[in-house]
């Protein structure tokens, strides 16, 4: 990603030292939209985008973990972690912390990824400052109680049953097990019932102490902020907790890494007795830096995401197979995947995911119409700046882009990006992604002459 504008300044210290330092990473348009990022000397990076027209602002923390950075003995523990923040610091109680967002008419919540986890609070703009505190209280005090552990043990293990009783989650888990196999971004985010029950306070705490590090924070506002006035805020809460002692801390680079995904013709299946049989076809994507990322999603959303791409159209309005089907691209530092999910009677499988190869194999081969690929800028252009809207989405732009890549790409950028996207560059992207083998997991009540069907339906 590439930033239209950057101006530095740094604030010297009474020493001439300089203590932090400010950049102006988006200009904005009159004040509106302006995203800047200020590192302080421990390597805490704070990011804002400014709205003064709402009345309402979000504010997160992102640690630079995921479940990719778990052993397989460790499997579970960046979620339970996530979990465990809540439950307590030094100055507040589990109950403390919820009643204080909760008094104020606020939101928050937390999510883990395979390569991230965010915290955040959404809050009236008068009540910022009460969110930056309780959510820097959590990343930085929080107690890890021997109680809390095994308490929490239990919810979790709560969470994985519920994830469990939805096979429409559960493909989503095999089908990434059945492209990466047993490495960190094929086990679970949840982590299994074993390594859960498996965890100890003590794996835990230390793994909160690896990487929980300043450096591999990013600090994200956006609303109806002021850049400065976060900043303040954020440090001295930071500085409190004792978090910001070193002075000579660089923030951790982005992923990067040169990890090549094999993953041709392998099948899993699970039989359920379920309504529905649950079906996900794909093959290896893109990583997330790769320049052609833009030209797949135009192709993503021409072939399965909306109402008039391809596979909706053939599976669902002409022929009535599924209620849904939609395609879609996953991409990390370095791999990504592509995937076409169809839900649908069992007996009608077979017929289901010869309509999805054979649609893959058109678009592989003869690619897109001109008006399929213009029809595709125009949804993916909208649905970029509509989901844009709220000042929860911008946090988790802003936040996620620094994370990520390192830097901003203002929404213009973006729509400028999609619209020079080229009918020659889909093709292309569409005959190197889609005239892969692809690899299939499914889910259902499978019996044996369909399982044996389903193997071959990808040789």
């Not at 109950?95 to 937390?110: C, K």
């Not at 002409?318 to 691209?329: C, D, I, N, Q």
């Amino acid at each position: 990603m590439t930033s239209r504008s950057s101006r530095a300044t740094a604030r010297p210290s009474s020493e001439g030292r300089a203590v932090a330092r400010t950049q102006t990473l988006l200009p904005g348009r009159d004040g509106i939209g302006t995203v800047r990022r200020t590192t302080l000397p421990g390597g805490l990076r704070i990011v804002t985008e400014t709205l003064p027209s709402v009345r309402s602002a979000t504010f997160g923390i992102w640690a630079h973990v995921g479940s990719r950075d778990e052993t397989p003995a460790l499997n579970g523990a960046t979620h339970y972690l996530e979990h465990l923040l809540f439950k307590g610091t030094h100055k507040r109680s589990a109950l403390d912390i919820s009643a204080a967002i909760d008094a104020v008419g606020g939101e928050m919540n937390a999510f883990t990824a395979k390569e991230y986890t965010c915290y955040y609070a959404r809050v009236l703009d008068t009540d910022l400052p009460l969110a930056i505190d309780v959510v820097c209280d959590m990343l930085t005090g929080s107690l890890i109680l021997d109680e809390d552990v095994d308490a929490e043990r239990g919810v979790i293990l709560e969470e994985i049953a519920m994830t469990e009783d939805d096979p429409g989650d559960v493909v989503h888990e095999l089908f990434a097990q059945t492209m990466f196999g047993d490495t960190p971004l094929g086990r679970p985010v949840l982590g299994t019932v074993d390594t859960v029950n498996a965890l100890s306070r003590g794996q835990i705490a230390r793994f909160y102490k690896k990487h929980y590090d300043p450096t591999h924070l990013v600090v994200a506002a956006a609303g109806n902020v002021d850049h400065a006035t976060v900043v303040r805020q954020v440090r001295r809460a930071f500085e409190k907790a004792g978090a910001l002692t070193r002075t000579d801390a660089a923030p951790v680079a982005p992923r990067d890494g040169l990890r090549t995904l094999r993953a041709a013709g392998r099948v899993e299946l699970l039989n359920r007795k379920t309504e529905q049989a649950h079906v996900v076809l794909g093959m290896p994507g893109l990583a997330r830096t790769d320049e052609r990322r833009w030209a797949l999603g135009v192709l993503n959303t021409a072939l399965g995401g909306g109402m008039s791409s391809r596979l909706f159209q053939e599976v669902r309005e002409k022929r009535g197979l599924a209620y849904s089907v939609y395609s879609y691209t996953s991409g990390f530092a370095d791999c990504g995947l592509f995937g076409v999910y169809a839900g649908c009677r069992p007996g009608q499988v077979h017929d289901v995911l010869k309509i999805c190869r054979d649609e893959l194999h058109k678009v592989a081969s003869d690619g897109l119409t001109d008006d399929e690929i213009a029809r595709a800028v125009g949804q993916l252009s909208g649905s970029t700046v509509l989901g844009l809207e709220d000042t929860g989405a911008l946090m988790n732009r802003i936040g996620k882009s620094e994370l990520c890549w390192g830097t901003q790409m203002s929404v213009d950028d973006m729509l400028d990006r999609i619209a020079a996207v080229t009918p020659d560059e889909v093709r292309e992207v569409a005959r190197d992604v889609l005239d892969q083998r692809p690899s299939l997991s499914v889910i259902g009540p499978l019996k044996d002459k369909q399982a044996d069907r389903l193997h071959q339906a990808v040789s």
